[in-house]
Structures are given as structure tokens and as C-alpha cells.
């Protein structure tokens, strides 16, 4: 019953993560079942997705991306549909400025936004910045 609940709350990013997992799941995809949370290796590169229940991870993603997505996971818990506007895309709108800006990257962390740094709190990594 929690499960069904925790869906529905969540159910505008469990509808687009259920479209990418079944599109993905035939293309010989590692899939991982973490309690009700399905983790899908299957990106080329660095870096993760978060949508309700599932998540899309780099192919040889480690224990620390996995937990920093779970975090996002636990966000998407707590927001339900506020989720995607509260978090998914700022941190989309920071990835993308990120990766593109060298200035960013030389300067500053990834992780030092706001929704990284909360996931990363939520996932159980602690970060210390000098």
C-alpha cells in the first residue's frame, strides 16, 4: 500500500521514469532493485537521473553516485509533484550550465548547489569544502 501511495504522490516524474525503463530495460540494461527504488545502469555518461522510483546511472556508476541518487530519490519522496519544479529542474538547469562553463568547473563543485548538496545530505554523504 505504501508503495502504490508513494507512486501516485510521485506521479509525474514515476511516469516519465516507467517510459524510460521500459524503453531501456530490453537494451540489455543492468537493472538493480534497491528496496522500491529500480536502478537502471545504462548511461554513457558520468552523472545519474532521478525520476520517483527509478534511476538512471552511469554504466560503472559507484557506491557514492548511487547514494548521491537516492538522495534525489528521497526529495522526490518528500515534494511528490513539486519535485520536478523544485528540483529536477534547477539541477537539470545546473548540469547543463556546469558542464558547460570551464570557469564553473575550475571554481567551484558540482555538489555545491543547493539540490546536490541536499541530496548528498539525504543520501548519507557528508562533503567537507575547503
Not at 81 to 99: K, R, T
Request: hydrophobic share 50%; proline share 3%.
Amino acid at each position: 500500500m505504501k508503495s502504490a501511495l508513494f507512486f501516485v504522490w510521485q506521479l509525474p516524474q514515476n511516469l516519465i521514469g516507467l517510459a524510460a525503463f521500459l524503453l531501456l530495460r530490453r537494451r540489455g540494461v543492468r537493472v538493480l532493485r534497491i528496496e522500491e527504488v529500480i536502478l537502471l545502469h545504462c548511461l554513457t555518461r558520468y552523472g545519474g537521473v532521478s525520476l520517483g522510483c527509478y534511476v538512471l546511472l552511469h554504466r560503472e556508476a559507484g557506491d557514492r553516485l548511487v547514494r548521491h541518487e537516492l538522495g534525489h530519490v528521497r526529495q522526490s519522496r518528500m515534494l511528490g509533484p513539486l519535485y520536478l519544479p523544485a528540483v529536477g529542474l534547477p539541477s537539470m538547469l545546473w548540469a547543463l550550465a556546469y558542464s558547460a562553463s570551464r570557469r564553473l568547473r575550475a571554481t567551484r563543485s558540482y555538489f555545491s548547489f543547493a539540490t546536490e548538496r541536499w541530496a548528498d545530505r539525504l543520501g548519507g554523504i557528508l562533503r567537507v569544502e575547503l
